[in-house]
């Protein structure tokens, strides 16, 4: 068995049989150790770990005995097989454009191969042949190349606050001495670089989660990413309100939650301390005032919880629910102070007027009367007013007490009756409660009667008295006079003669109103006589027994020859009237004829002589002058 490499064992048989003198030196060279003095090739390092797409350079050295030319070196792969020749890289499609010779065919077979991937693991060989025949080498064993690639380690998930380690692994020991790059989202960490594979993250923050990966300095190389999980517990809680400005009852409002939790939060929602809703939204559509208040969220995750700030649904919406409250109670008394306060719920707040019956007395939430009198007893209501509406309050009804005023007695009829006869007297006055009612006569210490009417049979001064338990008032007295009948005939007689005398002298002067027209056209003097004469009754008129009563009427105008200096001296005097009435007794031969009126009225220029002529001797005759 031969132990040379390929094709020396035959060189060395041929040498033996043609120089026999030279056979000690064969027996030398057929010993493995003396013989692999002169050829061999040796590899450094002999085991290559390289990273995926890095370049390796192969370095190695071969040698051969002196005398001998090299022809052909290349590099090979394994596996090797006997007796088969193996190939030359160079001429492999994946090789050829990888491949560099860094040798210079003499001793130094340094090659470099670019890109590697996981496909090149192989075991390398170097090949030489010499120009002697058969006389050619395979470094065996060759170089061994493995290729890595660069894998992140680290935990699925951390809580905030932990530490963290992250290994940038390789599936064996790199060759070379490797300077790690670490990044974080594709962005390097530079303080990070480090000879040591290893990445510390010491309590470690939200702000640390996200993609790492890892690399070599001077290597394009970049690992696969490895998510880094932070958990936390919730922050940042916060609400907004859509929409955004004055919210009017009716409308549709919208609540959003948000925070910044991992694992993601749930969300609870709360109205000042009470449960209203869950879930990142709350909504409410056609809002009320019953809606308005504080709101907030609630964050909860795993890891704990946080609540927003409170936000306020301010609603706006018109005055309801009004009404008024009278401060105090029970009686209400004058002079006292009372208040009357006006509630109303309104967003904004309302504006107050204040009414009493249909009549406005004052604004403002309260409305106070001080020293409160019966003026101001009635209903009130109060009006609240904003400008989304309007709403009035019921009435509330000041009821003042007060004692007796205004206390007065009226009499129904006359005040003078005949013995028999009563008067009616009124009590009237103003009080309330309402006064119970005595009737006093002047002069007596008690009462006479009570109630609000009393009918006096006597003559006298009467009055009444109104009291109640606030206090009590008297009127002034009135006067009855009770008579006996005689003294009424009397009484109705003077009363009838006094009428009758009215009646005529209304008749006169309207008579003279009428005339007065026709003496303005005329311009001409008016004289009327109005002349009553007694003569004897005719006994052929029986009807006409009694008081007989004459009347003349007389229009005379002065004579033609009445000159016009007189005229104009009587329009410039002025002018009088008389009336004259005469009464007279009848004679003694008429004994059915009681009496006679005799009535003279006469209108005149005042002329003296005419004057004189109408003068009455009669002493019964009354005159009478108007002017």
């Not at 020991?173 to 303080?191: C, G, H, K, V």
């Not at 009372?338 to 403002?364: H, R, Y």
């Not at 009948?485 to 109705?492: D, E, G, N």
């Not at 002349?531 to 004579?559: R, V």
Request: with cysteine.
């Amino acid at each position: 068995m031969c132990r040379f490499p390929y094709g020396l064992c035959g060189v060395a048989m041929v040498m033996s049989v043609r120089t026999a003198p030279f056979l000690p030196l064969i027996f030398l060279l057929m010993i493995p150790d003396v013989f692999s003095a002169y050829w061999g090739v040796s590899y450094s390092p002999s085991q290559i770990c390289a990273l995926k797409g890095s370049s390796v350079i192969m370095s190695c050295t071969y040698r051969y005995p002196s005398g001998y030319q090299i022809k052909k070196t290349f590099w090979t792969k394994g596996p090797v097989i006997k007796d088969v020749e193996p190939p030359d890289l160079s001429y492999d499609t994946e090789y050829s454009q990888r491949l560099q010779d860094l040798g210079d065919k003499k001793h130094n077979c340094t090659i470099r191969l670019s890109h590697v991937t996981l496909k090149d693991q192989h075991e390398y060989y170097f090949r030489f042949k010499t120009d002697q025949e058969n006389s050619k080498w395979l470094g065996q064993p060759g170089v061994t190349l493995t290729v890595t690639d660069l894998q992140v380690e680290s935990p699925e998930r951390v809580t905030e606050g932990d530490s963290v380690h992250l290994t940038c692994k390789s599936s064996c020991t790199l060759t070379d001495r490797a300077t790690f790059i670490w990044y974080r989202n594709s962005q390097p960490l530079t303080e990070r670089r480090d000879t040591n594979n290893e990445l510390l993250l010491q309590s470690v923050r939200r702000e640390d989660a996200g993609r790492y990966s890892c690399a070599l300095h001077g290597h394009t190389y970049i690992s696969p990413d490895v998510h880094l999980n932070v958990t936390y517990t919730p922050k940042s809680t916060s609400v907004s309100i859509s929409p955004s400005g004055e919210i009017v009852e009716g409308d549709s409002v919208t609540l959003n939650c948000s925070s910044d939790s991992n694992p993601p939060a749930s969300f609870i929602w709360l109205k000042g301390e009470m449960f209203v809703g869950s879930g990142r939204i709350y909504s409410i559509s056609n809002i009320s005032s019953n809606h308005s208040g504080e709101y907030k969220c609630k964050s909860i995750n795993e890891h704990g919880n946080k609540c927003s700030d409170a936000v306020t649904l301010n609603v706006m919406y018109p005055p309801k629910k009004c009404s008024v409250s009278i401060n105090g109670s029970g009686e209400i008394v004058e002079g006292d102070s009372v208040t009357l306060n006006c509630s109303s719920d309104s967003n904004p707040p309302a504006e107050i007027s204040w009414f009493k019956g249909g009549k406005i007395v004052g604004s403002g939430r309260i409305y106070s009367i001080s020293k409160i009198s019966s003026d101001h007893s009635g209903e009130y209501k109060c009006k609240s007013i904003n400008k989304h509406g309007e709403k009035n309050s019921n009435t509330v009804t000041l009821n003042v007490m007060y004692p007796p005023k205004k206390c007065s007695v009226s009499i129904t009829g006359s005040a003078e009756v005949v013995k028999g006869d009563s008067v009616t007297l009124i009590c009237n006055s103003d009080s309330n409660p309402p006064a119970e009612i005595s009737w006093f006569k002047e002069n007596e210490s008690s009462s006479v009667g009570s109630g609000q009417s009393f009918s006096a049979r006597q003559s006298g001064h009467f009055y009444c008295e109104a009291h109640n338990q606030h206090g009590s008032q008297r009127s002034d007295a009135v006067t009855v006079i009770v008579q006996g009948r005689r003294s009424l005939y009397a009484a109705a007689g003077v009363i009838g003669g006094l009428g009758g005398l009215i009646f005529i002298f209304i008749v006169l002067l309207m008579r003279r109103t009428h005339r007065a027209d026709d003496i303005t056209q005329k311009q001409d003097d008016l004289y009327v006589n109005v002349s009553a004469h007694h003569g004897p009754l005719s006994e052929s008129h029986p009807a006409n027994q009694n008081d007989a009563l004459y009347s003349l009427i007389t229009l005379n105008n002065f004579s033609g020859n009445q000159t016009e200096g007189k005229a104009s001296d009587s329009e410039d005097t002025e002018e009088i009237q008389y009336a004259t009435i005469l009464h007279r007794n009848k004679e003694t031969n008429q004994p059915e004829e009681k009496e006679s009126l005799y009535g003279n009225t006469g209108k005149h220029q005042p002329d003296a002589a005419m004057r004189s002529d109408q003068t009455v001797e009669d002493q019964s005759v009354i005159y009478s002058t108007v002017k």
